[in-house]
């Protein structure tokens, strides 16, 4: 599965963010990624029905299939993993495929192109249709939301969103019809700074964070690959323990 190795580094000195370039892993349409420390590897949609669990090495170690007609976007939630098919239905399922329960709707939009899990049960939303970051209490209640129009340049695209534990920023990437950009946002949506992608790849989908290794992993749908990056969260916030970890990779 890994088809290139390289290094590079690109930052913006504002933020003081920093990305250099790990790893190429061959995937095709990587649409959505999450970092699971139980199994030190990633879960992985990728529009189909079927959700696939991996190494870090992209060794597979489960697949399996939701009652979703298709994943756009998954989180993990303690020991279950949410999916959802972009169409405004989600469901709940455990680590092995069980559901939870039945799909549900939680009184958003149609659009839900990432999602990522909070502290205490919420989650964020990332939408392209209108571009907008949500969040959802564990209730399944909109809390609040931000327009992606209102950063300067807009978020036009945001297709996917991770949680660095450590700072509390949100990682969002924007694909090709915007910025094709990671950007890096505060907790409640405030702007730390941004990241081109272009240097790695076209139209990011996906993104996850392994904080204990600083390790980041952003999906490009062109060219059907995930890149595995070094990342340096910048020095705004407070750095925190970032959990439990693997110590492969």
Request: proline letters at 7%; one cysteine or more.
């Amino acid at each position: 599965m890994r088809i290139f190795a390289a290094l590079a580094a690109l930052s913006l000195p504002a933020a003081a963010q920093e990305l250099e370039l790990r790893d190429f892993y061959a995937l095709n349409q990587p649409a959505s990624l999450e970092y699971d420390p139980t199994f030190c590897g990633l879960w992985i949609a990728n529009e189909g029905r079927e959700v696939v669990l991996v190494t870090l090495a992209g060794e597979e170690l489960r697949r399996w299939s939701s009652d979703l007609y298709r994943v756009k976007a998954l989180t993990v939630m303690g020991e279950d993993v949410i999916v959802a098919d972009g169409l405004g239905r989600y469901q709940r399922l455990s680590k092995s495929g069980e559901p939870r329960g039945a799909p549900y709707r939680i009184g958003v939009g149609m659009d839900t192109e990432g999602m990522v899990g909070l502290p205490g049960g919420g989650m964020v939303l990332v939408e392209d249709d209108p571009a907008r970051l949500v969040w959802i209490d564990p209730a399944g209640e909109v809390v609040s939301q931000i327009a992606g129009e209102s950063f300067d340049p807009p978020l036009v695209e945001p297709q996917g969103i991770a949680r660095d534990p450590r700072t509390g920023h949100l990682l969002v990437v924007d694909d090709w019809e915007g910025t094709n950009a990671l950007w890096v946002l505060e907790a409640d949506g405030g702007l730390v700074g941004r990241v081109p992608l272009i240097a790695y790849g076209r139209d990011p989908e996906g993104v996850a964070l392994r904080p204990g290794d600083d390790a980041l992993f952003v999906g490009f749908d062109q060219g059907a690959r995930i890149a595995a990056f070094t990342y340096t969260p910048p020095t705004t916030g407070t750095l925190d323990d970032p959990g439990a970890d693997c110590m492969m990779f």
